[in-house]
Nanobody
């Protein structure tokens, strides 16, 4: 069992930055692919970014490429999402997700992920 705890959400003006953190329990973090999803009101949950277990493979949604960066610190069992140049359309609840795999393939479907955090709200004002 893995527990994920997100932090770092909040209210920011358009053009600003936020860094989300997701701390994982357990001692097998390095065997998990990690991802960030988001869900805006009335919309489906969508993937934002993902990184495989060793960090060598990365995926970004087109809407965040060049603005967001996913990184992971296996020693701290933590994954981060640095969000720059935020836009009002980035407003959503952001979820951290984990998938037990040592594949180099980066999954983008929510059904592929086994564990989820409780979510953290990000609100970008115009």
């Amino acid at each position: 069992q893995v527990q994920l705890t997100e932090s770092g959400g909040g209210l920011v003006q358009a053009g600003g930055s936020l860094r989300l953190s997701c701390a994982a329990s357990g001692r097998t973090f390095s065997s998990f692919a990690m991802a960030w999803f988001r869900q805006a009101p009335g919309k489906e949950r969508e993937i934002v970014a993902a990184r495989n277990y060793n960090g060598y493979s990365t995926y970004y949604a087109d809407s965040v490429k060049g603005r967001f960066t996913i990184s992971r610190d296996n020693a701290k069992s933590t994954v981060y999402l640095q969000m720059n140049s935020l836009k009002p359309e980035d407003t959503a609840v952001y979820y951290c997700a984990a998938r037990r795999t040592t594949s180099s393939f980066v999954a983008t479907m929510r059904e592929a992920y086994d564990y989820w955090g409780q979510g953290t709200q990000v609100t970008v004002s115009s």
